[in-house]
């Protein structure tokens, strides 16, 4: 009878993992070190019952991807939003969804919790370079269920680079135009592995300088016979000169894309991370734990956090209206947005094989503190003034699920159960403060179905209920002291999605899928900055389909297609506040959700053959409504009116040098210096501009 293959398919028992660790070259071959993944290798894609993308390292690396935004738009079905140019607060969505912040994805990096609060403030203001992952896994459907709490648009997970036995690495560097200057370090040997990476240049408007260092270490280990331990360590500091508000419209037109006055905002962040994974092979089933801790520091000084405000008094707020240059300097105010998050959690999970399939059950425990203060000075330059915010909010989870994949013949069909609770507790430290403390629970039951009539082709459906749970803020609101617990309805979504892979050709692969999101309950984007976009929500409808193809051909022709259609992006019923309960201005039954282009296309094309590989992609966005009343026309502020259609063409060359193996290579994003607005959240965001850029990878 035909088998299922197991989800994550490794040697069993542990030891002949252990023998690999240890007698080959490669410590820790993808299917030995202990990790969660959310796909794994292509041996459990038959398993898999949803849309499944895997970014390998060759994706990553020969188009050497500028940001995790570029990497990110070339899976099907994922919109990714540029904001400074680095892609260092991505904007990621799925399906249709509003990406401001990344808030209704799972983001995972080796299976543990990438964001620095998932369940109390998923916004992601922290995001590591693209340069320090592997690959990358991007996984939508009942699926997500298995890992959460986001469990509406998908799961991404970002695999970074497994330690070697054997003593080796490489150097990397690469400069270019704006300054910028990438320089890599990867050394490793005896299960333990050094990664470090410089970054830094200008972003995609003036005044907007970035300097990134990025830390990791790992070390993987043998513990006896039938367990094994990978330990991981990382350090990530930001230092940007960077502002929070966008354009308005005359500045745009009359001053350029690349205007930015505030040169004395300034954005510090830094993040620790501690995680270990551990893996006890009991032979028919696999238990995985892992421990993670994280503490992100970010303080934000800033000028302005969006067009409309007035901090800077009515004359500089007027000046920019009318697209009359300004002075940072004349302005005698700034705020200081002071930020600590300390987050912690354990989670254990089993696998087990039996007669019947795979069944698979894991429970999480999850908490996270933020520290949060405010200070407003009275000059350009302070760094320190008024107390008007001191608050404590804290988030305690409890998650588990349960799924069971039963293999009847050549069908697979798997029933999962996913359960959360949360208890979410803010408080004000200000003199006369007071704490409110709520609690949120849901129960989210899904479905997975796989065919597979042959060995290179799979049919697959699933059907579950989507949730993201709610922030503290958006939980319980407050003024500088009171606090007071909000009635947000639980967000309800059923998403469906009926798709097929395929390896038609021994050199070629295809993946599509039809979606539908219905929501209940779509809980809409809170705060944007200082209380500019308030919390709202309704009901709404996506429905659309995606495809991918890869080609290689032996001739040394390939070339990739990712491609999405979203011809349904529907307010079902007019979106009101939360907290007044009145219909936010011009939404409507029938309006298009805000952000959510109808078509996004990534398409490449290269040729390698020897020591010379080259490649030309374009990423293609189509045009967006900026807010729910589906403005056309820009307003003065630059937050509201169409976004139009745009495409990016990318280019890139590698050259192997003999012997040594060296990679020399030439890279060049936006190749047509194309000027284009990528958001209007707080005023115009727009994209790089072009960027030239030259390296060398040397390996030993």
Same mark, same amino acid.
């Given at each position: 009878m035909y088998r299922q293959k197991p989800f994550r398919t490794r040697l069993t028992p542990l030891a002949a993992a252990l023998l690999a660790l240890y007698s080959g070259p490669n410590l820790a071959e993808e299917k030995m070190m202990p990790r969660v993944d959310v796909i794994g290798g292509a041996e459990n894609l038959p398993a898999i019952a949803g849309a499944a993308t895997v970014l390998e390292s060759k994706d990553l690396q020969e188009n050497h991807v500028f940001t995790v935004n570029e990497a990110l738009r070339k899976v099907p079905g994922v919109h990714a939003r540029d904001e400074e140019g680095f892609g260092l607060r991505p904007n990621i969505a799925m399906r249709g969804l509003n990406p401001t912040r990344s808030t209704k994805i799972t983001l995972l990096e080796d299976g543990i919790p990438l964001a620095y609060a998932p369940y109390g403030d998923n916004a992601s203001y922290y995001h590591p370079m693209v340069e320090r992952y592997d690959r990358i896994e991007v996984l939508k459907g009942s699926g997500a269920l298995l890992f959460g709490p986001q469990t509406i648009g998908g799961v991404i997970n970002y695999i970074t680079p497994a330690p070697t036995q054997e003593f080796g690495g490489y150097v990397q560097g690469t400069v270019g135009n704006r300054d910028y200057f990438n320089g890599?370090?990867?050394?490793?040997?005896?299960?333990?592995?050094?990664?470090?990476?410089?970054?830094?240049g200008d972003g995609a408007r003036d005044n907007m300088e970035h300097a990134l260092d990025d830390l990791n270490l790992k070390y993987v280990t043998a513990l006896g016979n039938n367990q094994a331990l990978t330990l991981r360590a990382n350090y990530y500091q930001e230092d940007s000169t960077i502002t929070y508000t966008g354009l308005t419209q005359a500045e745009f037109d009359k001053l350029g894309a690349r205007y930015n006055p505030f040169k004395n905002d300034k954005f510090d962040t830094d993040r620790s991370g501690l995680s270990a994974t551990h893996e006890y092979d009991f032979g028919s089933a696999l238990l995985t734990t892992s421990l993670y801790y994280s503490r992100f520091n970010r303080d934000w000084w800033r000028q302005s956090s969006n067009t409309a405000d007035s901090q800077c008094g009515g004359a500089f707020t007027t000046a920019r209206n009318n697209g009359t240059a300004v002075d940072a300097d004349?302005?005698?105010?700034?705020?200081?947005?002071? $930020?600590?998050?300390?987050?912690?959690?354990?989670? =254990?999970?089993?696998?087990?094989?039996?007669?019947?399939?795979?069944?698979?059950?894991?429970?999480?425990?999850?908490?996270?503190? &933020?520290?949060?203060?405010?200070?407003?000075?009275?000059?350009?330059m302070a760094r320190t003034g008024t107390t008007v915010e001191d608050s404590l909010r804290e988030s305690t989870a409890y998650s588990g699920f349960i799924a069971n994949r039963f293999d009847v013949g050549r069908v697979g069909i798997t029933p999962i159960l996913r359960y959360e609770t949360i208890d979410a507790e803010r408080s004000s430290n200000l003199p006369g403060g007071t704490a409110s403390s709520t609690s949120v629970s849901k129960t989210l039951p899904g479905i997975g179905v796989t065919w597979n009539p042959g060995d290179?082709?799979?049919?697959?459906?699933?059907?579950?209920?989507?949730?993201?749970?709610?922030?503290v803020e958006d939980l319980i609101g407050a003024t500088n002291t009171a606090t007071t617990v909000i009635d947000v309805n639980a967000e309800e979504s059923t998403n469906f999605e009926l798709g097929v892979r395929s390896r038609p050709l021994p050199w070629a692969s295809v993946q599509a899928a039809y979606f539908r999101n219905d929501f209940q309950n779509l809980i809409a984007a809170g705060s944007i900055a200082g209380g500019s976009t308030p919390l709202s929500e309704g009901e709404a409808e996506f429905e659309g389909a995606e495809l991918s193809a890869l080609a290689e051909h032996e001739s040394g022709v390939f070339g990739r297609l990712a491609w999405t259609w979203l011809p349904t992006a529907d307010q079902e019923t007019p979106f009101r $506040?939360?907290?007044?309960?009145?219909?936010?201005?011009?939404?409507?039954?029938?309006?298009?959700q805000p952000y959510a282009p109808e078509h996004t296309v990534t398409v490449a094309a290269g040729y390698g053959a020897g020591a010379l $590989?080259?490649?030309?992609?374009? &990423?293609?966005?189509?045009? &967006?409504?900026?807010d729910f009343a589906n403005s056309v026309a =820009?307003?003065?502020?630059?937050?509201?009116?169409?976004?139009?259609?745009?495409?990016?063409?990318?280019?890139?060359?590698?050259?192997?040098?003999?012997?040594?193996?060296?990679?020399?290579?030439?890279s060049a994003k936006n190749l047509t210096d194309k000027t284009y607005i990528v958001d209007r959240t707080r005023g115009i965001q727009v994209g790089m501009p072009r960027l030239v850029q030259v390296g060398m990878k040397y390996p030993f």
């Open positions: 890599k370090v990867n050394l490793g040997g005896n299960g333990m592995l050094l990664d470090y990476s410089r970054k830094q004349s302005c005698n105010s700034v705020q200081g947005r002071l $930020r600590s998050y300390t987050t912690w959690g354990v989670e =254990p999970r089993l696998t087990m094989t039996h007669d019947m399939g795979e069944f698979q059950a894991g429970v999480k425990a999850h908490f996270e503190e &933020q520290d949060r203060l405010q200070l407003n000075g009275i000059s350009p290179t082709l799979t049919l697959f459906s699933s059907l579950h209920k989507g949730f993201a749970p709610p922030r $506040r939360v907290d007044t309960k009145a219909v936010v201005t011009g939404s409507a039954a029938g309006n298009r $590989r080259g490649e030309i992609e374009s &990423q293609y966005v189509g045009e &967006q409504f900026s =820009p307003t003065v502020d630059g937050q509201k009116g169409r976004i139009e259609a745009y495409a990016v063409w990318n280019a890139s060359l590698n050259y192997q040098l003999r012997p040594k193996g060296a990679t020399v290579f030439l």
